[in-house]
């Protein structure tokens, strides 16, 4: 046991090898027959030593017999001899005893050194952590310790733990436990059998295969008396930890408490400096980068990281679809994805500007589980904020997840927050850089895919920029133009271009130049149009001009040839499509017939001079009328006109647009009688027939004389419907085809249905009546009501019923379609029908 007193003393510094040595040689003198210990406590050992050991004790140590000696001999002073002179007048066993206590003492004395020791070696938290837990297991005989710190932030006892190369922090609510009923109270817990005690949790043994049985938990005190958190031991080795083991752990923990707190705040100003250096370096690097998606990816990569985070996600708000996007790593590509701005955490953030932190995922109603079955992973904690900018606009929303070490606290939120004030800064600039970006693609883009050439100066004429189409009318490479003056480039014949744009930057206004002649490089000439405008600046500033060139040589030519056969439309759209368009093709269109009632004996009556001059007068009116409403002449027939509305392109509104130019042909040929009735002339009548039908259309004819015309069985029903209208006594008769793809509403009403000359299938046909007032046709409403009426009786077979309605009708107004059913069913009365008559009325004459 003596040989123990030895190595302790060594390991306290108070003997050094040399002393071993010396102790060694009288050992070896006297033949072995004394200890090594014996030998060291004769010439080395020291009152002071025994009496550091002694004070260290802070009363609380039992004086049984064997202190009692030990504290004699430090009185008096005595020697070896004395010391073995008392020795010997203990029994055998308070020898033992006596010897044992002394080794006891020095090991608590080693421990207090040791602390004091590695305490000023290092300013490191988990250093320090490591150290107070090996020690203070060591020290008391236990299996294993942990040290727990109060956290004021989160009010969470946190602990550190290291696995390996890296350290795991394990955090709890400070009241929860042993150790938070210990923090909470200040008064140290001792219990013998962990498993009696409801305060002990026994989860933590089943999840770690751990037994515990004894349990030593004391708090950890500052020097203002403040409680900073707490230790625990277990399962003391020897038996049950008892009260001199707490006093022995509350002089550690007293010893240590001061350093500990020492060590916390330089590492929260080694934090905070390292924050503020971080945050400063992250900042200067996303206000480096103007490009929006490298931006994004960059501000999810640092909010990441600066918070220890598993994985992050920047959802910004796309004004136009109301959605919030973000970009997500898929391979080697960036893909987005969108939802509404008002679903889930980021759309609950984005709507109510409020930060969301939410510790445990899964006990939070509003997070979606199914994300995580679909991707596999496992969301545990969320802190989710909204991106305002300098204006308090909210702009997106930054969603962090899985905190390492615990969930988020009020200090990583001020963090995100910091660093979002400062990401709304760059996303603003990247997204001004990015329109300002798109602009100038569009603007290139739309520069490149005009067919008119397009040549900018700038304000010292000098040429900046030139498109494909002005490098192909001016036939001439970029290098050949491109930083060149105007006025060397456009000289000679050219020189009326440079005085244009001289004449356009002294008045800061446009010039047009039409059908006028440039002259290229080898000396040949072709016809443009040519425009020169200023280019201003916000600050009205004058930076420049820009030249559109139309090159409109092929036109010319084109429709000095076209003229002859084709109309103005026509040959525009051949311009724009080719002579594919015209080359014949099959398509809907609507067909419009108009003709002239008894011209014959009009024409007889006038004579032929006045018939020429009635029908220019007449053909140019209702021409213009048909040419208001984009329909094509297709040609003169006589004194009747054949135009088509669809063909060779469609306006999308092709019925209405023949319906409405046969209404207002009606009302200008009232005009056009009222002045030939003043003039003593007669009025003429006209009647239109209109269908909507696939026709042919294309040039026919022969080599030597071609007309853009349509036929086709469309084409001869409009002519059909044009004679009806004599039978009816109608003015505008329109087909059922017309009738329902009619997208505006026209006071009309069913005709009949009839079956052509040549056909089978029934056709049913409408009368227009817009362009009827009250004078020329009186009680028009009440004659419709009574003659639609009496056409459901007719098609029902009840011809007396309907006899009546038609005779009403016929009172009001001398109305022919109501007289044609009147006599009809007259004839059925009396002739009934047989049962197979569907009501068709057969058509014998074209």
């Keep these: 046991m003596a040989d123990k007193i030895g190595e302790i003393l060594l390991k306290l510094g108070y003997i050094g090898e040399s002393d071993i040595d010396k102790a060694l040689e009288i050992q070896i003198a006297c033949g072995g027959k004394r200890k090594l210990g014996e030998i060291l406590s004769d010439f080395i050992l020291k009152e002071e030593h025994l009496l550091h050991a002694l004070s260290m004790q802070k009363g609380g140590y039992a004086m049984d017999a064997g202190l009692a000696i030990v504290s004699r001999i430090l009185r008096h002073r005595l020697r070896q001899a004395d010391i073995i002179r008392i020795l010997k007048s203990i029994s055998a066993e308070g020898q033992e005893e006596f010897i044992e206590k ?14 004091s020791h590695r305490l000023s070696d290092t300013l490191s938290l988990d250093s320090l952590l490591q150290y107070m837990i090996a020690i203070t297991t060591d020290a008391l005989n236990a299996d294993r310790s942990t040290l727990f710190l109060n956290d004021r932030e989160t009010g969470e006892l946190f602990s550190r733990i290291t696995q390996g190369e890296l350290t795991r922090e394990i955090r709890f609510p400070n009241h929860m436990g042993i150790a938070g ?53 277990l399962n003391k080795k020897d038996g049950d930890f008892s009260s001199d083991d707490l006093i022995l752990l509350e002089g550690i923990t007293s010893q240590a408490s001061a350093a500990l707190q020492n060590a916390r705040l330089f590492e929260e100003v080694q934090k905070a400096k390292e924050e503020e250096t971080q945050l400063l370096d992250v900042t200067t690097a996303i206000s480096s980068e103007l490009k929006l998606e490298p931006l ?43 939802f509404p701005s008002n679903a889930g955490i980021a759309g609950t953030v984005f709507t ?143 020189r009326w271009i440079t005085d244009s744009v001289m004449k356009v930057l002294e008045k800061r206004r446009s010039d047009i130049t039409l059908d006028t002649e440039l002259f290229l490089a080898d000396g040949q000439g072709i016809s443009i149009n040519l425009t020169v405008v200023p280019l201003i600046d916000v600050k009205k500033e004058l930076i420049g001009a820009m030249l559109v060139f139309e090159d409109i040589t092929m036109e010319k030519r084109l429709k000095g040839t076209m003229a002859r056969y084709m109309t103005k439309e026509v040959a525009e759209k051949l311009l724009e499509g080719g002579e594919t368009v015209l080359g014949g093709q099959i398509q809907e269109a609507t067909v419009f017939f108009s003709d002239i009632r008894s011209f014959t004996t009009i024409s007889e009556k006038i004579g032929p001079q006045q018939t020429v001059s009635m029908l220019n007068e007449y053909f140019t009116l209702m021409v213009d009328i048909v040419f208001r409403y984009s329909g094509i002449l297709d040609k003169y027939i006589g004194d009747a006109i054949l135009a088509v509305f669809g063909a060779p392109f469609s306006s999308g509104e092709d019925e209405d647009k023949a319906v409405n130019a046969a209404i207002d042909m009606m009302k200008a040929l009232q005009e056009f009688n009222l002045r030939r009735t003043s003039e003593g002339q007669d009025p003429i009548n006209i009647g239109v027939g209109i269908n909507t039908a696939e026709i042919l259309s294309g040039n026919i004819g022969s080599l030597k004389r071609m007309d853009y015309t349509v036929i086709g069985d469309g084409v001869n029903l409009a002519s059909r419907l044009e004679s009806a209208n004599k039978y009816y006594g109608t003015k505008i008769l329109i087909s059922e085809f017309t009738f329902h793809k009619l997208k505006n509403s026209y006071l009309s009403r069913e005709i009949d249905h009839i079956r052509v000359k040549g056909k089978n299938r029934p056709v049913a046909i409408y009368e227009i009546l817009d362009f009827f007032d009250g004078q020329s046709f009186p009680h028009l409403d009440d004659v419709l009501g009574l003659y639609l009426e009496g056409l459901a009786f007719y098609r029902q077979r009840r011809w007396k019923e309907g006899v009546d309605k038609f005779k009403q009708a016929l009172l009001l107004h001398d109305d022919c379609a109501s007289k044609i059913y009147l006599d009809r069913c007259s004839y059925f009365l009396v002739n009934p029908p047989e049962d197979s008559w569907d009501g068709v009325w057969v058509m014998k004459e074209k």
């Design 102 to 115: 002394i080794a006891d003492i020095l090991d608590k004395i080693a421990a207090f050194i040791e602390i």
């Design 352 to 494: 109510r500007g409020e930060t969301i932190n939410i510790p445990d995922a899964y006990a939070d109603l509003r997070f979606n589980k199914e994300i995580d079955k679909k991707t596999g992973y496992r969301t545990h904690s969320i802190l989710c904020m909204p991106i305002i900018n300098k204006a308090g606009k909210i702009i997106g929303v930054t969603q962090v997840l899985n905190k390492k070490g615990g969930p988020f606290t009020p200090i990583d939120e001020n963090r995100l927050r910091a660093f979002s004030a400062q990401a709304s800064i760059a996303i603003e600039n990247a997204k001004l850089f990015d329109d300002v970006l798109n602009m100038k693609n569009y603007n290139e883009s739309m520069l490149e895919s005009m067919s008119n050439g397009v040549i900018t100066l700038d304000a010292q004429n000098r040429i900046v920029k030139c498109n494909a189409a002005a490098l192909r009318i001016l036939r001439s490479e970029p290098a050949d133009i491109v930083s060149r003056q105007a006025s060397e480039y456009f000289a000679e014949k050219n």
């Design 181 to 233: 009923a210990v923090f909470t109270t200040g008064q140290p817990i001792i219990i013998h059998d962990a498993y009696s005690d409801p305060r002990f949790n026994r989860d933590i043994d089943k999840e770690t295969g751990y037994h515990t049985k004894n349990i030593l938990c004391a708090p950890i005190k500052g020097r203002d008396g403040e409680i900073t958190g707490a230790i625990q031991l």
């Design 296 to 338: 994004l990816l960059k501000i999810m990569e640092t909010s990441t990281d600066i918070l220890n985070a598993d994985r992050s996600t920047l959802f910004l708000h796309d004004e136009k679809t109301g959605e919030l996007w973000s970009l997500i790593a898929q391979g080697t590509e960036n893909v987005q994805i969108r």
